[in-house]
T-cell receptor, first 116, second 119 residues
Framework: AQTVTQSQPEMSVQEAETVTLSCTYD???????LFWYKQPPSRQMILVIR??????QNATENRFSVNFQKAAKSFSLKISDSQLGDAAMYFC?????????????FGTGTRLQVTL | GAVVSQHPSRVICKSGTSVKIECRSL??????MFWYRQFPKQSLMLMAT?????????EQGVEKDKFLINHASLTLSTLTVTSAHPEDSSFYIC???????????????FGPGTRLTVL
């Protein structure tokens, strides 16, 4: 079974600084998808960024980028120029995309605090 | 686009009663919907996957007779918690997969969640 591990329960970053959230996963598959989701206090899940395993290039979305190391099964999220609105729970997630196998497996989450 | 709604957002019920939670895809057809449960300060745990017109696939450890899932149309799935007990109190989140879009991956879109409190 696939597992996703987030070893940092909480992280803190100063506004305008950069922070990196860690995620490792375990799978025997070669083609899969990795995600970072943000869950603010409203509890609404928001997709931050997605990475296809077959792509060597790391995904980037504005201030958010990932460091995808397939061999090491590592998928970290870097947030640059942190803003107060970035404060939230961040979940790393894994998925295949074959019918019902497209279900998401989530990590335990990292709570990010952004300070002034 | 790609909006998923849930109703109700909050519900309080007495122990032993049944509660129905609706999940709707408002602007797309959802061939697959997922139901998650989230305890306070914990991650999302998948309960079941439902495909339109067929029986739901439940994750190991989830009681099928207690958590009834119906996906009768391409825009609506319902989760009914039968004979609810205080331990069923939790935050329930649905997501819907857009079956109409092309590309290598059909993204899941999440509803805002339903907080269930069983007294």
């Amino acid at each position: 079974a696939q597992t996703v591990t987030q070893s940092q329960p909480e992280m803190s970053v100063q506004e305008a600084e950069t922070v990196t959230l860690s995620c490792t996963y375990d799978t025997s598959e070669s083609d899969y998808y990795l995600f970072w989701y943000k869950q603010p206090p409203s509890r609404q899940m928001i997709l931050v960024i997605r990475q296809e395993a077959y792509k060597q290039q790391n995904a980037t979305e504005n201030r958010f980028s990932v460091n995808f190391q397939k061999a090491a099964k590592s998928f970290s999220l870097k947030i640059s120029d942190s803003q107060l609105g970035d404060a939230a729970m961040y979940f790393c997630a894994y998925s295949l995309d074959t019918g019902t196998a497209s279900k998401l497996t989530f990590g335990t989450g990292t709570r990010l605090q952004v300070t002034l | 686009g790609a909006v998923v709604s849930q109703h109700p957002s909050r519900v309080i019920c007495k122990s032993g009663t049944s509660v129905k939670i609706e999940c709707r895809s408002l602007d797309f057809q959802a061939t697959t919907m997922f139901w998650y449960r989230q305890f306070p300060k914990q991650s999302l745990m998948l309960m079941a996957t439902s495909n339109e017109g067929s029986k739901a696939t439940y994750e190991q450890g989830v009681e099928k007779d207690k958590f009834l899932i119906n996906h009768a149309s391409l825009t609506l799935s319902t989760l009914t918690v039968t004979s609810a007990h205080p331990e069923d109190s939790s935050f329930y989140i649905c997501s819907a997969r857009d079956g109409g879009r092309g590309g290598p991956y059909n993204e899941q879109f999440f509803g805002p969640g339903t907080r269930l409190t069983v007294l």
